[in-house]
């Protein structure tokens, strides 16, 4: 199946909004209030000026099923990452997604440590990012609040060294 993973444009903004605001992806947010296209907007013009994010689209087959972002938050290539998949997309997607942006941002971003989070009731990504390699670096306690209760976030880490080990296998 041809996939590839390209740079977000304008043009994606209605897509990404409608994925970014279903409910299935909203709710494992740190921000779970529905977004509006002029904040949605706002934010893509601040996000694509900063060159240390990179927003990213996956496609299969010419078709957009997923959103990514790398954010280098330190020297030395170390970025924090966010992800999701189009609510409709093909079972196996995900998964797709993950290494494709892997490779992405080890190979084409040559970033060095890729970091990532997932609120502890999100079983799925805790296991998605442990499948893809990720170790975990710890448990932030009670570091959400979702305005009714307070949620521990899981935190992982991946160096490209460990990436080329497990792509290797």
Known sequence: MAQRIRVMEQDDLQQVLAWRNS???RRFMYTQHKISLAEHTHWFERASLDCKRHLLIFEQEERAQGFISFHEVSAGGIADW???TAPDAP?????????SALMHA????????????????NERSIQFHLRLGFRQEGILREQYFDGEKYHSVTCFGLLANEWQVTTER
């Open 91 to 99: 079972k196996g997607t995900g998964k797709q997604l993950g290494i």
């Open 106 to 121: 080890f190979a084409r971003l040559g970033l060095h440590k890729i970091c990532g989070q997932a609120l502890a009731f």
């Open 82 to 84: 966010g992800f999701y």
């Open 23 to 25: 409910p299935s992806v």
